[in-house]
T-cell receptor, first 114, second 117 residues
Framework: DTAVSQTPKYLVTQMGNDKSIKCEQN?????MYWYKQDSKKFLKIMFSYNNKELIINETVPNRFSPKSPDKAHLNLHINSLELGDSAVYFC?????????????FGSGTRLTVV | AQSVTQLGSHVSVSEGALVLLRCNYSSSVPPYLFWYVQYPNQGLQLLLKYTSAATLVKGINGFEAEFKKSETSFHLTKPSAHMSDAAEYFCAVSEGLIKAAGNKLTFGGGTRVLVKP
């Protein structure tokens, strides 16, 4: 009955590889997000989608490509991984019917690039 | 543009003592403010939120926060710390749901709370 689920929880990969992180929410929310948390715990928004439409695209290298096949899923694909991509990536969702209800977060994907 | 500053990256308190975490915000419109808690190796959980109703907001686990417009602050308090309060706490601000810009939450840098027995 997990509300926002991310897979995998841990991902260790070599520089130059391509990897994907998947996110699914069963809350019926309309908007989904990707946030990056660096080693100093700083959280920064990367993307948001509303009903499969890209709404926010912060200054993120174009090696990062989000994809939303439907409003319950938002995946993140990363090409040519670099050491600096190592971080925890959080997926989140929010309900348009309750704009100030805040986000529901997934438990995160810890990406380590070696 | 919205921004959040959390004073003190680490706070150490004794069990049973007052917990006070400071948050100041900057926003071009009346803000919506949030406090989230992150336990080790977990996602963020909403503690409480201010959405222009009462300025004193009560949340889960005995936490509360007070919105002070004149000070642009939204400090988080708990009268008596418990060992289980040891975690990272994040203050966040949103300028509201603007479809074109999305419902963007901007987070402060976080404050780690250590609770001593």
């Amino acid at each position: 009955d997990t509300a926002v689920s991310q897979t995998p929880k841990y991902l260790v990969t070599q520089m130059g590889n391509d990897k994907s992180i998947k996110c699914e929410q069963n809350l019926g929310h309309d908007t989904m997000y990707w946030y990056k948390q660096d080693s100093k715990k700083f959280l920064k928004i990367m993307f948001s989608y509303n009903n499969k439409e890209l709404i926010i695209n912060e200054t993120v290298p174009n090696r990062f490509s989000p994809k939303s096949p439907d409003k319950a899923h938002l995946n993140l694909h990363i090409n040519s991984l670099e050491l600096g991509d190592s971080a925890v990536y959080f997926c989140a969702s929010s309900d348009d019917r309750e704009p100030m209800g805040g986000y529901t977060f997934g438990s995160g994907t810890r990406l380590t690039v070696v | 543009a919205q921004s959040v500053t959390q004073l003190g990256s680490h706070v150490s308190v004794s069990e049973g003592a007052l917990v006070l975490l400071r948050c100041n915000y900057s926003s071009s419109v009346p803000p919506y403010l949030f406090w989230y808690v992150q336990y080790p190796n977990q996602g963020l959980q909403l503690l409480l939120k201010y959405t222009s109703a009462a300025t004193l907001v009560k949340g889960i686990n005995g936490f509360e926060a007070e919105f002070k417009k004149s000070e642009t602050s939204f400090h988080l308090t708990k009268p008596s710390a418990h060992m289980s309060d040891a975690a990272e706490y994040f203050c966040a601000v949103s300028e509201g749901l603007i479809k074109a810009a999305g419902n963007k939450l901007t987070f402060g840098g976080g404050t780690r709370v250590l609770v001593k027995p």
